[in-house]
């Protein structure tokens, strides 16, 4: 089988590199190669540093692409043209079309900041100067897009660091005639995607072992997220046979645990349910301090079936606006499973929803007890067929306790919702 042209990512940033923000353009730009048939080899990760940048590059010479992100700015520290261009022995030059467009854009800035138009003109100078060979790919804001073809097909494609504006001018990269050719050599392979919930990572990779492994143009993925796992395919052009019983196989034992073989998060199974039986959802949070919510309206178009949600953190909060009774805080308290109950039905009751979903926990660092030790949480969903209710202890952090609690407060309505109470959760 022939190997499929390779691709390497340079993401730059020291911000990046510090720990102060996540790289969201490195995952993008590796999963968007292998959507179109490359194979992403690496994701290089540096700061403005000009020789750890210049390493980098000169480290991805060998790839047929190389992907870079960042440091296109028109600020000292942004030196990604010039390194680029040293690295494949280019001359810079400024182009004239690509100023006049900086121009145009950073002028109109300057109106509307109130700013002198010379605090701008070194800066767009420095954008528009690029490697003699490169092809603009558009702007994005005030920085432009490169791609720079290179011997024998290869290429380099030079875009901004905003995740924002980087896919926004990535697709005009696909489009140049250079980037065509190469793709031209390859075929993007398939992918199929399980998404699993209430097993283990061993026992899923135990069924892979016993359906017979990957291998022979499949490549299997195997990934924890909070409780979920996530399974992917990568399926080479004539290996869909082997990739069918392989799938079939695999998922024999699993059925139980299969929730979805697409993309789509466990919030959209959620809304998806609710849409086809004509039922609203509300939330009642303390310990996750609406994430719930979020994660259900991060969704286009979620607003036909959530109505709302509350937070109530304060024991005075659950009482006045989720109706929970004084005598039942005083007696189990505010973590309990009866306190989460009564927040669901409150929940149900003062937001007019059909289906509620309440979380309430010791999320920490402080607050545990020797009876409630942090990472206890309680949640509990109920709708027009009965309710749910969970008991959990987890570990980790704050961020971790209350993102996985958000994870099973969403699986927790989905099995109500699909009235699979046998269903582990």
Wanted: charged share 25%; with cysteine; proline share 6%.
């Amino acid at each position: 089988m022939t190997p499929r042209p390779r691709a390497v990512v340079v993401v730059t940033g020291s911000e990046l590199v510090r720990g102060e923000r996540t790289d969201l353009n490195g995952p993008f730009l590796a999963r968007e190669a292998l959507k179109h048939g490359l194979e992403p080899a690496r994701i290089a990760i540096v700061g403005d540093s000009p020789a750890e940048l210049e390493t980098a590059l000169r480290d991805a010479l060998g790839a047929d692409a190389i992907l870079v992100s960042g440091g296109l700015g028109p600020t000292h520290d942004d030196r990604t043209v010039e390194m680029v261009a040293r690295v494949l022995g280019l001359p810079l030059v400024v182009d004239p079309e690509l100023e006049a467009q900086i121009e145009s854009v950073s002028r109109a800035a300057a109106v509307r900041m109130r700013r002198d138009y010379a605090d701008f003109a070194p800066g767009v100078t420095k954008q528009a100067t690029r490697p003699s060979t490169a092809l603009s790919l558009g702007l994005a804001g005030t920085a432009p897009g490169l791609l720079i073809p290179r011997d024998d097909g290869r290429v380099v494609v030079v875009l901004p660091g905003p995740p924002g504006e980087l896919q926004r001018l990535w697709p005009n990269a696909l489009e140049t005639e250079a980037f065509r050719a190469l793709l031209a050599r390859t075929q993007a392979p398939g992918r199929r995607v399980f998404r699993l919930f209430g097993v283990s990572e061993s026992a899923v990779a135990r069924a892979l072992a016993e359906a017979g492994g990957d291998g022979d143009g499949v490549e299997v993925t195997i990934c924890a997220r909070d409780f979920e796992i996530h399974v992917d395919f990568v399926v080479e052009p004539k290996a869909d046979a082997r990739a069918d019983e392989l799938e079939r196989d695999f998922l024999a034992p699993l059925g139980q645990w299969l929730y979805g073989s697409d993309e789509r998060g466990v919030e959209e199974h959620v809304l998806e349910l609710c849409r086809a039986r004509g039922l609203t959802i509300a939330t009642a949070e303390s310990c996750t301090g609406g994430l719930v919510a979020a994660r259900l309206t991060s969704v286009p178009g979620s607003s036909d079936v959530v109505l709302g949600g509350i937070v109530a953190y304060s024991n005075g909060v659950k009482e006045r606006e989720l109706a929970v009774p004084a005598g039942l805080l005083a007696e189990h308290g505010a973590v309990s499973a009866e306190v989460a109950a009564a927040m669901a039905r409150g929940a149900r009751e003062r937001l007019g929803a059909d289906v509620a979903v309440s979380v309430t926990g010791v999320a920490g660092p402080g607050g545990g007890t020797a009876e409630k030790p942090v990472g206890l949480v309680y949640m509990h969903a109920e709708g027009p067929d009965g309710c749910l209710g969970r008991e959990l202890s987890f570990p980790g952090d704050r961020a971790a306790i209350r993102a996985r609690s958000v994870v099973i407060a969403l699986h927790l309505v989905r099995a109500l919702l699909a009235r699979s109470r046998d269903e582990p959760v």
